[in-house]
């Protein structure tokens, strides 16, 4: 019987050339096959306490239910969902001990994979970090962005071309922070063994379009870690106008060299 693949994730922060610091925060847990991308809510007190503490308690939580994340798959997507709901009760929590970070939030997008018997992506998120699906040269957005001009998009008041220069277009309708009653946002998509899923911040499609990410993504052939480095320094050459935060994940022992 073929033993199922392993999949695996690299990750990578920068500041960027214009921000004073980094409220980005991620955590590549291979070992749960959990990965995690969060954007503190800049403009915003304690964007970066969000953040970080979005990623601890998502990891922490990961970590104690392993065994079920690995070999459970009718319990997967509701872990998953349980990171996220946990994370922004203790962002709330810490918001109410220190009144100087109220009102802080983050964005979220958390993906889960369980590999066995058949490789399946459990995805949960709120705000606009993203997650893509590359397959056979072809990039699909797996989440849906929570923002004022994705509303307006879908509403048909403005459309897709519009919303790319909108002067609201990074105002969030969802997020952690932004209140209890907060769900995040779920979906499932089956892999295939030389698949790669990114994990992004905003701070790499306010730089690079989907072409331009699918695009360096080709380049990487497959490579997890070349993909990773090559997203972040396009993002970096282009400007580097935010924190840009990249994880990309694959089968090892697929199409994935120099692993």
């Known amino acids: 019987m073929r033993k199922a693949s392993e999949w695996f994730g690299v990750g990578r922060t920068e500041i960027g050339h214009v921000r004073p610091s980094n409220q980005d925060a991620f955590a590549v847990l291979n070992e749960c096959g959990v990965w995690i991308v969060a954007d503190g809510m800049g403009g915003h007190p304690g964007g970066d306490i969000a953040a970080k503490i979005a990623v601890e308690v998502g990891a922490e939580r990961a970590r104690a239910q392993v065994d079920a994340l690995r070999r459970h798959p009718d319990k997967v997507a509701a872990i998953v969902k349980e990171l996220v709901v946990t994370a922004n009760q203790r962002i709330h ?27 399946i992506a459990y995805l949960a998120h709120l705000g606009d970090s993203r997650a893509y699906l590359y397959r056979g040269e072809q990039l699909t957005q797996l989440t849906s962005d929570h923002t004022l001009v994705e509303q307006l998009v879908q509403q048909g008041v403005i459309d897709a071309a519009a919303a790319k220069t909108h002067p609201k277009r990074h105002v969030l309708t969802k ?85």
């Open 93 to 119: 929590d810490k918001g109410q001990q220190q009144p100087a970070l109220n009102g802080m939030g983050t964005t979220v997008v958390t993906l889960a994979i369980l590999s066995a018997p058949t490789p």
């Open 175 to 259: 997020g952690l922070g932004m209140g209890l009653d907060m769900m995040p946002e779920q979906s499932s998509t089956l892999l295939t063994v030389n698949d790669l899923l990114v994990l992004c911040s905003d701070g790499l499609t306010k730089m690079l379009d989907d072409a331009d990410i699918a695009l360096s993504l080709s380049r990487a052939q497959g490579n997890v870690y070349r993909a990773c480095q090559n997203l972040i320094d396009e993002a970096l050459g282009r400007g580097g106008e935010d924190n840009v935060t990249v994880i990309v994940c694959g089968a090892r022992g697929a199409s994935v060299a120099g692993t």
